[in-house]
């Protein structure tokens, strides 16, 4: 039995943003400017409603301005990619993310693709995904990069350790993947998706498994070696009438079977998710400085 460590997002996250927030009111000093953030929701799902108000409590705590649009399910697309262009127009705006999933009569990629890559603080445009795949400074994507700073606060070296990533998504899979290869972090990494053959082989050579596949439980322990790294990226609800909203809340990975096979693991909650609006609040404050220099 190995006694693992447990990797504790909010803790890091915490103390990222104590940073972020005191960078800022330096700035604020120097310049009598702080990073604005806008943040736009089309419809009234509940998980996106939650998530903006998230992401808003966080600016603020910050220190920086910010702005939410609340639109109607039915607003066209082109009154959507309007308020984008609007946006990305406004010199006082800085970071511009429009929530998904969008209403299904509007096209996603082309609304991501409306934002300046300069103010693309999700870091989804073809541009700035362009600029990861050749390792040059861009905005990355939030949870990859929450990833990649957990691994910097345990000191969990990637070099020349094998990585497997589950799931291939433009959210997290691809872009931690291209992250991972980069020099400074020269990983050998496997991308592995739902149809691979002789999955538990290529998780059992890992030396970290990063699970992004979104299916609750996927990994468990007999499918990786003592001491392994593995890092749960997934939420997802699962149905327990013990609780009262009805369901609980796990990973891609199975806590339990995996807990005491690993060296560092993700708890679901409390692991990768708090790094995700805390990275999207550095990109913020990156995306106000790279404006400053202008």
Known sequence: MIMS???????????????????????????????????????????????????????????????????????????????????????????????????????????????????????????????????????????????????????????????????????VGKPIALMLMQKGWDATVTVCNSKTENLTEETKRADIIIAAIGKPNFLTGDMVSDGAVVIDVGINRVEDKTKKKGYRIVGDCDFDSLVDKCSFITPVPGGVGPMTITLLMNNTLKAFKNHLEK
């Not at 108000?53 to 603020?60: C, M, P, R, T, V």
């Open 5 to 171: 460590t447990l990797i504790n997002g909010k803790e890091v996250s915490l103390l990222l943003r104590e940073n972020i927030k005191s960078e800022t009111a330096l700035l604020k000093d120097r310049y009598n400017k702080v990073p604005k953030l806008a943040v736009i929701l089309v419809g009234n799902n509940p998980a996106s409603q939650t998530y903006v108000n998230s992401k808003g409590k966080a600016a603020l705590e910050c220190g920086f301005e910010y702005k939410d649009y609340f639109l109607s399910d039915n607003t066209t697309e082109e009154e959507l990619i309007n308020l984008v262009n609007t946006l990305n127009n406004d010199e006082s705006v800085n970071g511009i993310l429009v929530q998904l999933p969008l209403p299904k009569h509007i096209n996603e990629e082309k609304v991501i693709n409306t934002i300046k890559s300069e103010k693309d603080v999700d870091g989804f445009s073809p541009y700035n995904t362009g600029l990861l795949a050749i390792g040059e400074d861009c905005l990355m994507p939030c949870t990859p990069a929450g990833i990649l700073e957990l691994l910097k606060y345990y000191n969990i070296s990637t070099v020349g350790k094998r990585v497997c990533v589950i799931g291939r998504s433009n959210i």
